[in-house]
């Protein structure tokens, strides 16, 4: 008969042994550790909100004041940035203060758009109770997109119109965007339906434009990409793995990839980024004598040569002598 162990012996079962401690024992210690971690988290989220934000703003102020260099570029058919960003920087902090109410003024109706009905629809309980309001939430659906997509258009009809007709009048007359705005309007009410047609078309040159360009670029990308994997299998057949050396190599030659990449693709892009300002130059300058005078000039006229006061009197030119007699 085998020994079994009396109870409390050196040889008894103890639970106590077997699970000396809880997973809620560690909770004090962890949750330190947690919560510190939990906080640097939150603190690099915070800061990357920021950076991005700050990057934001300035690359939009970088934006405008690029939009008045580039006007004065297609203008005057020379670029000067030094030249051009102390001429413009005035004009360029307008038109940046402009994008920003815009921006803001866009975001604030976009949340209107979108909370307003998601809060109707929940305080009506379409949003519960699904099953009883499917055609109501459908006909809701169809409506909130069609107004959805008017406000896209909207927007990017704003930002075509600023961008390609309220920086000429604000660089030309020299006022703010809200007088900008109203001068532009006034034209824009006489010729409504030319300018629509030009808002048509450039959407369908935009388009051939992209596809365009984007075959194009194909180009540069092989150039950039086929070294790089290049690089990458030689290292793989040498051996190399992935260490702190490697990685930093890595990380700095693929930076250097991808700003040769996008050097290249702006340099095939010149033709598009010139053709456009330009195309909405010479549509806008029929329509604004500010702007067809500096497209168009005037030619000057041929001065007159002086007149003397006293002319010599006229003297018929002598005659040939006459031919002598023959014989």
């Excluded at 305080?123 to 107004?147: K, N, P, S, Y």
């Excluded at 992209?210 to 092989?222: C, E, N, R, W, Y």
């Amino acid at each position: 008969m085998p020994h079994i162990p009396h109870k409390g012996g050196q040889g008894s079962f103890q639970p106590s042994t077997l699970f000396r401690s809880s997973p809620l024992d560690w909770l004090p210690h962890t949750a330190p550790r947690i919560s510190e971690h939990i906080a640097q988290f939150v603190a690099l989220i915070v800061v990357a909100i920021f950076a991005v934000m700050v990057l934001s703003f300035i690359f939009l102020y970088l934006n405008s004041l690029f939009r008045f260099i580039l006007f004065d570029a297609v203008l005057q058919r020379e670029c000067s940035i030094r030249a051009g960003w102390q001429k413009w920087r005035r004009a360029g902090g307008r038109f940046f203060l402009w994008q920003i109410v815009f921006q803001i003024s866009v975001w604030i109706f976009f949340a209107v758009l979108v909370g307003v009905p998601l809060a109707l629809s929940f305080a009506a309980g379409w949003a519960t109770d699904i099953r009883h309001h499917i055609g109501r939430l459908i006909i809701g659906v169809i409506f909130g997109a069609a107004l959805l997509l008017a406000f896209v258009v909207t927007v990017a009809v704003v930002q075509v119109m600023a961008k390609d007709f309220l920086v000429p009048v604000m660089a030309l007359e020299g006022v703010d965007f809200a007088d900008a705005w109203r001068r532009l309007l006034e034209i824009v009410r006489r010729e409504q339906g030319r300018f629509a047609i030009y808002l048509l078309l450039k959407v369908v040159l935009s388009i051939a434009a992209g596809i365009l360009f984007t075959i194009i670029a194909i180009v540069p990308v092989l150039f950039v990409a086929v070294p790089g994997i290049a690089m990458v299998l030689a290292g793989k057949a040498a051996g190399l793995g992935w260490s702190i050396s490697t990685i930093s190599l890595a990380i700095i030659f693929g930076t250097m990839l991808v700003l040769l990449l996008i050097y290249l693709i702006a340099l095939v892009s010149v033709p598009a980024t010139v053709f456009f300002p330009a195309f909405a130059l010479y549509f806008f300058a029929a329509r604004y004598p500010n702007l067809n005078l500096l497209l168009n000039p005037v030619p000057a006229p041929i001065p007159n040569p002086p007149v003397p006061e006293n002319p010599a009197p006229f003297e018929a030119p002598p005659l040939p002598p006459s031919p002598e007699p023959i014989g």
